[in-house]
Every structure is written in structure tokens, then in C-alpha cells.
């Protein structure tokens, strides 16, 4: 800010030196010009001819040398002994014309204003003392050679009293330009700091912003609608090249603003966007403002809500359910202890206990999952990651149970919290163990880590080789209390998928020949901005 604000001083003080050589020049030129074509014979007359000649072409040559070495010159020492030099030949060309009536001191009021504008307080003052003492000193000193009137007296005292007036006229006007330069100068840096600061946050913003014009052509993107895009260049382009869905919905609104526009599927695995628009009327050219937002985002946040909601409830119903089950639970099992009763009863007896557990599990994963806590992503290294996952399932497993591991090349990292990704692996692992092994003697599950080639996301295969899902029952999978199995609660998938969606990441069921896939597609390594 200071090298600004002195490199702009310096840009003024050079034009106003410019002006200053400009003046003399032109001054020089002027007297040489009049006294070579005898245009003005009263001062051809004058006492002293061949002196006003030879002063004028001295005054002449010497600004030209002036100009030519010394045009930039700066310190204050060097623009003193120009202007005062310029008010001593003006000085000497005064008397050489001969005095007041040859109207030479308006030349000196003019070199004494214009060096003004260089110089500043007391040094300007004392080249206005020179003009002034110059003007009234030659005045007396011809008044001793041609009798003076009354008259030129006080026209030399006026024009001594006007150099000081037009110094201190000049010195207050630059002063007050120079307050109102170091304001505007302020102001403007201002205003650049608020422009850096609009771009970093547009630039920082998970919303996706781009401004349009009325071609529909991209004059602004920001990075998040980059990455929304699927596009690392956008300035420039036509939206109806990079997203021809967007347009659709941009010619809907045009026609009806207050529809709410649909949202918006990218192409391939890209997110689902719901974009808004917004006419920039003050701007030119009808420029349109498009925000993109991730629906994956907002139902996340949605996602938090309902499972607050949940939480309250079964925080409310819980211990109003468990104490009676309990107790019923406790009754069977002394019953089933009874020596009296039949092969039938205590049959029964165990129907009871079977689905009294039954019903503390759907208790227990309605608790976890309402009291689950808020996610916490860390960069995750997958492949050492997983191959210790897998070294502790298999100690676990029983000798009928069987997992393999495939993990392939590439940047196989992540963002998601560890202990969830845990959770969801394991409830996976142990649901294709048990189709597995409805069908076969060993129960085989294959998890399979690879690079997705166009999204260039991790991606987690989790298949088993059971019986498969019918194809009316994949869209209820992840649905709350759907199950295929008796014994089964129907919250493991849905917990698995909350869990995966509260760390960026999906889950979905791939179906394929010989049994299920469960592909899990993580986010990107990087966090969020």
C-alpha cells in the first residue's frame, strides 16, 4: 500500500514537471518568435533591445538543455534550483523589457504558481519572496533610468503581492488534492481488499455459483461448480456444452419464475443438483446467477434432523418397551425351567424367548442408531486399512466362514470416520456369510478394492456367492424393518447406508450372476472446503 501510494505520487509529480517544462518551452518559443518578426515593436523599443534578444534566446536554449538532461528529475534540491532559475532569467527578461509595462510579471505569477505544484511550504514560498523582491526591485532600479508614474508602482507591488497570493492559492488546492488523492487512493484499496474478499469466499463456497450472460455463456464459475460439473474449465463456455440439462431448466424459469425448478442428474455416477436461478437486473447484459446445490448435502443435513427426531422418540419408548419385554422374557425361561410341562409347552415357552430377543435387537439397533454419533471423516489410507479389517474378521470367523481380499492400484484413499466404516463392513461381511452359506457348505465373501477409471474414486465390492435378491425386493433394501430373513430386523442395511451417506460416501446393491454386491463408492481424499 505505501509503494502504491508512492509510485502514484511520483506519477503526479512527473506530469506536473512535464507541465512545468512545457510552460518554460513554450515561453522561450513565444519571445524568440516576436522578437525575430518585430511583432511587437514596444518591446523592439525598449532600452535595453539587444539584452531582451539575447536574454530571450538564452531563456530558450537553456530550458530546451533543461528539458533534454534533467526531464525526471525528483529530489526536492533539483526542482528548487529550477524554479529558481526560471524566476531569475524571467527576472532578468522583466527588466530587460522594461519592467511593469511590458507585461512580463504575469510570466512570473505563472512560473510561480506552476512551481508551486512541485514545490511545497516554505520553499515554495521563498520562490514566490524571489519573483516578488525581483518584480519591486527592478522596478525601483529602472524607475533610476526612465521616470516610473505612480501607477507602475503599484502595478509592481500588486504583481509582488499576487506571487505570494498565487503560492499560497496553489499550495492549499494541492494540498487539498493531495488529501483527496490519499482518500480516493484508500478507498480504492478498499474497495480491492472487499473484491479479494468476495472472490475468496465466492471461490470457498460448497454452493455452486456461475454467472451467465445472455448467450448463456459462463463469465464466472466458482470451484465448487467445477466439481458439481464435472468441469476444471468453465470461463468462457456455453452452459448448454457442459450441462444441456441446466439449459432445459433455465428456459422453464424464464418462462415462469415462480416454478421451482427440477433437479438434475449428472451424467454417470455425478451427484443429483437442484438448481435455482436468480436475473441480475442492475447488471448489463442480463446476466443470470445460477446456484447448484448438492442434494446429497441436503439430505445429509436432512438426515441429521430425522435421526435427531428418532433419537428423542426411542429415548421416550425405550424404556417403556424393554422393561415389559424383559419381564416376559424372564417369565418363558422360568417357565421353560418347569418340570411340568410337556415336549409342546415348552416349545412354546422357546417361541416366546426366540422373539423376545427378536424384538431387544430391533430395540438395540433403534438406539445405536439414534445415539449415533456424529461422524468424524479422517484421511483414510484404504488398502492397509482394509487388509487389517480383514485380519481381524477372519479371526472372528469360523471355520466354515471364508473372506478373500483383492485390492488394486491407484489412490486408494479417503474421507470417512474409521469406526463407522467398520460398522458398515461388518454388517456386510456378516450378511453375505449367512446367504453364503444358505447355499453352500463354506460361506465365501470376496472384498474387492479398486480405482473407479472415470470418477477416479475408491470403490469397495463386497459380493457373496448365496442366493441373490429378487429383483421386486432390491428397490426395499435399504428401507427400515425390510428383511429377507426371519430372523432378521431390517435395520443392518439401513443403518449401513446412513452411516456411508454421513461421510460423503454411497452405498448401493449391484445385482450380478451367483449372488450379491454391495458397492460402496467412497468421497474423494480431500476435505471440504
Known amino acids: 500500500m505505501v509503494a502504491e501510494t508512492a509510485d502514484a505520487s511520483g506519477k503526479q509529480a512527473q506530469r506536473l514537471l512535464r507541465l512545468y517544462h512545457l510552460f518554460r518551452l513554450s515561453v522561450g518559443i513565444t519571445l524568440v518568435l516576436l522578437i525575430s518578426s ?20 538564452l531563456y530558450l536554449v537553456l530550458n530546451i538543455l533543461l528539458v533534454v538532461f534533467l526531464e525526471n528529475i525528483r529530489r526536492p534540491a533539483q526542482l528548487f534550483g529550477l524554479a529558481l532559475t526560471d524566476i531569475l532569467l524571467l527576472c532578468g527578461l522583466f527588466y530587460a523589457a522594461g519592467g511593469v509595462a511590458s507585461s512580463l510579471g504575469n510570466l512570473l505569477i505563472v512560473s510561480v504558481a506552476i512551481s508551486n505544484t512541485l514545490l511545497r511550504r516554505r520553499i515554495g514560498l521563498l520562490i514566490a519572496a524571489v519573483g516578488a523582491l525581483g518584480i519591486v526591485a527592478l522596478s525601483f532600479l529602472l524607475s533610476f533610468e526612465h521616470p516610473l508614474s505612480p501607477n507602475d508602482y503599484l502595478q509592481a507591488g500588486t504583481l509582488g503581492a499576487l506571487c505570494f497570493a498565487a503560492s499560497l492559492l496553489v499550495q492549499g488546492l494541492m494540498q487539498r488534492l493531495e488529501v483527496s488523492e490519499h482518500l480516493a487512493e484508500r478507498r480504492a484499496s478498499e474497495v480491492e481488499g472487499l473484491e479479494a474478499l468476495n472472490a475468496l469466499i465466492l471461490q470457498r463456497m460448497r ?134 410341562l410337556d415336549g409342546a409347552d415348552r416349545r412354546l415357552t422357546q417361541i416366546i424367548q426366540d422373539h423376545s430377543q427378536r424384538m431387544n435387537r430391533v430395540i438395540e439397533n433403534v438406539l445405536q442408531l439414534s445415539r449415533r454419533q456424529q461422524s468424524e471423516p479422517q484421511r483414510l489410507d484404504l488398502k492397509p486399512w482394509l487388509e487389517r479389517f480383514a485380519a481381524e474378521a477372519r479371526e472372528q470367523a469360523t471355520a466354515r466362514q471364508s473372506l478373500h481380499v483383492h485390492i488394486g492400484a491407484g489412490d486408494l484413499r479417503t474421507l470417512m ?36 477409471p472415470e470418477s477416479r474414486q475408491a470403490v469397495l465390492h463386497v459380493q457373496d456367492n448365496g442366493p441373490g435378491v429378487a429383483p421386486e425386493q432390491q428397490a426395499h433394501l435399504f428401507e427400515p424393518f425390510f428383511t429377507t430373513s426371519s430372523q432378521g430386523t431390517g435395520l443392518g442395511l439401513y443403518l449401513s447406508r446412513e452411516l456411508c451417506e454421513s461421510n460423503q460416501a454411497r452405498l448401493d446393491f449391484k445385482p450380478r450372476q451367483g449372488g450379491g454386491c454391495f458397492r460402496i463408492t467412497f468421497a474423494h481424499g480431500r476435505k471440504q472446503s
Do not use: Y
Request: proline residues 5%; aromatic residues 4%.
Open 38 to 57: 518585430n511583432m511587437d515593436n514596444r518591446l523592439l523599443t525598449s532600452a535595453d533591445d539587444e539584452l531582451l534578444r539575447s536574454g530571450s534566446w
Open 207 to 340: 454452493t455452486g455459483i456461475l454467472v451467465l450472460d445472455e448467450q448463456r455463456r459462463i463469465q464466472l464459475a466458482n470451484h465448487s461448480a467445477k466439481a458439481l460439473l464435472g468441469r476444471q474449465h468453465l470461463d468462457g463456455q456455453l452452459i448448454d456444452d457442459c450441462a444441456p440439462g441446466l439449459v432445459e431448466r433455465l428456459q422453464l424459469w424464464l418462462s415462469n419464475p415462480s416454478l421451482r425448478p427440477q433437479s438434475l442428474k449428472m451424467p454417470g455416477d455425478g451427484p443429483v443438483l437442484q438448481p435455482s436461478f436468480i436475473a441480475l437486473e442492475q447488471s448489463p447484459g442480463r446476466q443470470t446467477l445460477v446456484f447448484l446445490e448438492d442434494l446429497a448435502q441436503i439430505a445429509q443435513q436432512a438426515q441429521q434432523l430425522k435421526l435427531a427426531a428418532l433419537g428423542r422418540l426411542t429415548a421416550g419408548i425405550a424404556h417403556e418397551i424393554r422393561n415389559p419385554l424383559g419381564a416376559i422374557s424372564h417369565a418363558a425361561q422360568l417357565l421353560g425351567e418347569s418340570e411340568e
Open 417 to 452: 470416520d474409521p469406526d463407522q466404516l467398520t460398522q458398515v463392513l461388518d454388517n456386510l461381511v456378516r450378511n453375505g456369510w449367512r446367504h453364503s452359506g444358505a447355499l453352500h457348505e463354506q460361506a465365501e465373501v470376496w472384498l474387492e478394492l479398486s480405482l473407479d
